[in-house]
Each structure stands twice: as structure tokens, then as C-alpha cells.
């Protein structure tokens, strides 16, 4: 079983920046971590992956460049750092672990909100 417990969203104007944490907790080996979003009236859609050992990561089309994801395998932490952000980054933002074997867990999700 794996807990995921996200943070970092907030309210923040065009051009901005915010850095989204997720903490992992549990003794499930991972495969990988990734961050989703959601916003109103949208299906929801992949944001970035990384890898849980190496250093391989994928990227949206729509945030390559902008955002970048890290993890810190000590502390069981993977970071989102959102940069030049725009009014469409406005979406709830979830976290998900794949484990090395079973099913993908998912946090809570943090609300991300870009003011024009």
C-alpha cells in the first residue's frame, strides 16, 4: 500500500511560478511517479513522469520547457517546479505512483489556480 500526500498549490499570476510536492509513504517498491491534471470541464491529462531510479523523464507537449519533475529518493518526495505559468495550467493536479507490481495509487490532488 502506498500513501500519497501532495502540496504546494496555490493562487498565482500569469508568468509565475509554483513548486508541487508529492510524499510517498509505504513499503511498495516504485516503478515510477507522475503527475496528472484536471481542469473544470476537462478530462484529466498527463503533466510529467520520472522514473524512480535513473534519470528518465517524459513531458507534455504543453509544459515541455515550463515544468520540470525531480525526486528525492531519501526522502520519498517528487517535485513538480512550474515555471512561466499560464491561465490553462489552472487544474486540480494529482499525484500517482506506479508500483513495481500492482495496481496505481493516487493522491489527493492540489488545486493550481493561474490569474490572467
Known amino acids: 500500500q502506498v500513501q500519497l500526500v501532495e502540496s504546494g498549490g496555490g493562487l498565482v499570476q500569469a508568468g509565475g511560478s509554483l513548486r508541487l510536492s508529492c510524499a510517498a509513504s509505504g513499503r511498495t517498491s516504485l516503478y515510477s511517479m507522475a503527475w496528472f491534471r484536471q481542469a473544470p470541464g476537462k478530462e484529466r491529462e498527463f503533466v510529467a513522469q520520472i522514473r524512480w531510479s535513473g534519470e528518465i523523464t517524459s513531458y507534455a507537449d504543453s509544459v515541455k520547457g515550463r515544468f520540470t519533475i525531480s525526486r528525492d529518493n531519501a526522502k520519498n518526495t517528487v517535485y513538480l517546479q512550474m515555471n512561466s505559468l499560464k491561465p490553462d495550467d489552472t487544474a486540480v493536479y494529482s499525484c500517482?505512483?506506479?508500483?513495481?507490481?500492482?495496481?496505481?495509487?493516487w493522491g489527493q490532488g492540489t488545486q493550481v489556480t493561474v490569474s490572467s
Open positions: 500517482t505512483a506506479v508500483p513495481t507490481l500492482g495496481n496505481r495509487y
